[in-house]
Nanobody, 123 residues
Framework: QVQLVESGGGLVQAGDSLKLSCAAS????????MGWFRQAPGKERVFVAA????????YYGDSVKGRFAISRDNAKKTVSLQMNSLKPEDTAVYYC????????????????WGQGTQVTVSS
């Protein structure tokens, strides 16, 4: 069982940076691939980024490539999402997710997810 708690959301201006963090509980964190997805009001969930269990492989959605970076610290049981050059269209609730298979995360399939953190980017 993995419990996830996101933090770091807020209101920023276009062009600003923001770093989201996800703290995990459970003894098996290092065996899970981790990811982020987002959902804006009235819109479908969108895959943002994923990282495999070791941190050696990362994956990004097309809309955030080159601007966002996912990383993890297995010793601290955390996964982070560094978001640069933010745009108003990045506004959404961002969720942290965990799954044994990184490919499932990329398909928006996952075993565990957090409560989300709001990111609002003003123009």
């Amino acid at each position: 069982q993995v419990q996830l708690v996101e933090s770091g959301g807020g209101l920023v201006q276009a062009g600003d940076s923001l770093k989201l963090s996800c703290a995990a509980s459970g003894r098996t964190f290092s065996t899970y691939a981790m990811g982020w997805f987002r959902q804006a009001p009235g819109k479908e969930r969108v895959f943002v980024a994923a990282i495999n269990f070791s941190g050696g492989s990362t994956y990004y959605g097309d809309s955030v490539k080159g601007r966002f970076a996912i990383s993890r610290d297995n010793a601290k049981k955390t996964v982070s999402l560094q978001m640069n050059s933010l745009k108003p269209e990045d506004t959404a609730v961002y969720y942290c997710a965990a799954d044994k298979v990184v490919a499932r995360l990329r398909r928006l399939e996952y075993d565990f997810w957090g409560q989300g953190t709001q990111v609002t980017v003003s123009s």
